[in-house]
């Protein structure tokens, strides 16, 4: 049978963060492929910089988030909006999570690693020494990651998003995150929603969807 979970989704993206934990129940999936698609939520022209409202609007879904998801982002994340010179922008953390992939790293772990640095280590992810940073966390090597950061053509990366968007729109996607399988050439988007605060659950649903050989 052939099978892949394919997870639509953007390393700034709050909803994302909340999801986390069930990318990672996911990976517990024995035999279960995970392709991932990062769709540059705020990638340019929707990259800004970050103001009292705009911190305000996060706020307002940083609870919802938590409510619904049980993840909380950290104090250091609400310091880094707060301090005048935070910048939305996905595109530098997307080139980071295919630079990462070309120097030999697993580019869901470092996304992972990415999305805790923002959320929860209040780290700048749009500068390349943070995303240089995280490489090392992940074990790849700095030189290596910053040579694939340096090469990697915008044309590469703009294509990367653009496909992100079009199969997104394609199996009907709502927006970031989606989790949507793949089998036997057929594509299904997952309710994850129901999942949120039960990750095992999560893991259980995927495992019984590859044992039966069918999509729910």
């Known amino acids: 049978m052939n099978v892949t979970l394919h997870y639509i989704a953007d390393p700034l993206c709050g909803w994302c963060f909340g999801a986390a934990p069930l990318l990672a129940a996911s990976q517990k999936v024995e035999g279960l492929p995970i392709q991932l698609h990062l769709g540059g939520l705020f990638s340019a022209p929707n990259n800004q910089q970050v103001d009292a409202a705009m911190v305000r609007f996060i706020m307002s879904h940083h609870e919802r988030i938590t409510q619904l998801t049980g993840q909380t982002p950290s104090d250091k994340m609400k310091q880094l909006l707060n301090s005048g010179s935070a ?12 630079a990462a992939e070309q120097a030999g790293g697993n580019i869901l772990s470092y996304y992972q690693a990415l999305v805790k640095a923002h959320f929860m280590d ?18 790849i090597n700095t030189a290596d990651f910053q040579k ?42 997952l309710n994850h929603q129901r999942f949120y605060n039960n990750p095992a659950g999560w893991q259980v649903s995927l495992s019984d969807i590859l044992a039966s050989e069918t999509i729910h």
């Not at 209040?122 to 074990?139: D, F, H, K, N, R």
């Not at 496909?163 to 089998?183: C, H, K, M, W």
Request: proline content about 6%; glycine content about 8%; charged content about 15%.
């Open 87 to 98: 910048i939305l922008d996905s595109t530098p953390p997307i080139k980071a999570c295919l």
């Open 148 to 189: 694939a950061f340096s090469s990697l053509q915008e044309a590469e990366l703009a294509q990367h998003i653009n496909d992100s968007r079009v199969l997104l729109q394609s199996i009907g996607g709502q927006g970031f995150p989606t989790f949507a399988l793949e089998q036997n050439g057929q594509i299904k988007i």
């Open 122 to 139: 209040g780290l700048p992810v749009v500068e390349e020494e943070t995303l240089s940073q995280i490489a090392l966390i992940c074990g």
